[in-house]
């Protein structure tokens, strides 16, 4: 089993910028890929971005493609999330997610493990 501990969450100014972290400890951090979600007030949580067990391969939703990106450090068996460009409809609790497979396009389905999540409030 792994645990997984969000930080880097906060309250922002719109156009402006937060890095998230996760921090995993247990089940093996580096055969696994990782993933990013969130949830709004009154929303289904939905994918945000997903990152292979190596880096090589990352997958972004729409709605922050160009605005987002995932990466990793294996060493560190920590995941990111910058998040840049920041606007009003960010605002949500994001939770970081450990697939069950190497490489994972965000399907819910993929992750068997969750953090308990961050709160990301983006004020225009």
């Known amino acids: 089993q792994v645990q997984l501990v969000e930080s880097g969450g906060g309250m922002v100014q719109a156009g402006g910028s937060l890095r998230l972290s996760c921090a995993a400890s247990?089940?093996?951090?580096?055969?696994?890929?990782m993933g990013w979600f969130r949830q709004a007030p009154g929303k289904n949580r939905e994918f945000v971005a997903s990152?292979?067990?190596?880096?090589?391969?990352?997958y972004h939703a729409e709605s922050v493609k160009g605005r987002f990106t995932i990466s990793r450090d294996n060493g560190k068996n920590t995941v990111y999330l910058q998040m840049d460009s920041l606007k009003v409809e960010d605002t949500a609790v994001y939770y970081c997610?450990?697939?069950?497979?190497?490489?994972?396009?965000?399907?819910?389905?993929?992750?068997?493990?969750w953090g308990r999540g961050t709160q990301v409030t983006v004020s225009s």
């Open positions: 997610a450990q697939s069950r497979t190497p490489y994972s396009k965000g399907a819910f389905a993929d992750f068997g493990s």
């Open positions: 990152i292979s067990w190596s880096g090589s391969e990352t």
């Open positions: 247990g089940r093996a951090f580096s055969n696994y890929a």
